[in-house]
Nanobody, 127 residues
Framework: QVQLVESGGGLVQTGDSLRLSCEASGRTISTYGMGWFRQAPGKEREFVASISWSVAGTYYSDSVKGRFTISRDNAKNTVYLMMNNLSPEDTAVYYC????????????????????WGQGTQVTVSS
């Protein structure tokens, strides 16, 4: 059984940084794309960032481009989301997810491609 466990969330101030981690167990992630999504109160879950299995392809939502960086360490079976210059609009529960399409050429922004999801970690940015 695949499990994804996020960590690193918390309460920070505007302009601060946080690094989220997502450790996978039950499957080696090296041949799978990974993604981060977030859901703010009263809003739909939205795409944040994704990284292909080969690391060649990364995508970011317009709202985080230039501030967030997704990366992966296959040796640790872990994917990261470095978040800089946080603003209150980034407040949400952040979820990592594993793309069910092994060896996909490009990573996906479509949540329907993601087969497994973590339980989420809360990020709160105060103004």
């Amino acid at each position: 059984q695949v499990q994804l466990v996020e960590s690193g969330g918390g309460l920070v101030q505007t302009g601060d940084s946080l690094r989220l981690s997502c450790e996978a167990s039950g499957r080696t992630i090296s041949t799978y794309g990974m993604g981060w999504f977030r859901q703010a109160p009263g809003k739909e879950r939205e795409f944040v960032a994704s990284i292909s299995w080969s690391v060649a392809g990364t995508y970011y939502s317009d709202s985080v481009k230039g501030r967030f960086t997704i990366s992966r360490d296959n040796a640790k079976n872990t994917v990261y989301l470095m978040m800089n210059n946080l603003s209150p609009e980034d407040t949400a529960v952040y979820y990592c997810a594993l793309d069910g399409r092994a060896l996909a050429t490009v990573s996906s922004t479509n949540p329907r491609h993601y087969e497994f999801w973590g339980q989420g970690t809360q990020v709160t940015v105060s103004s």
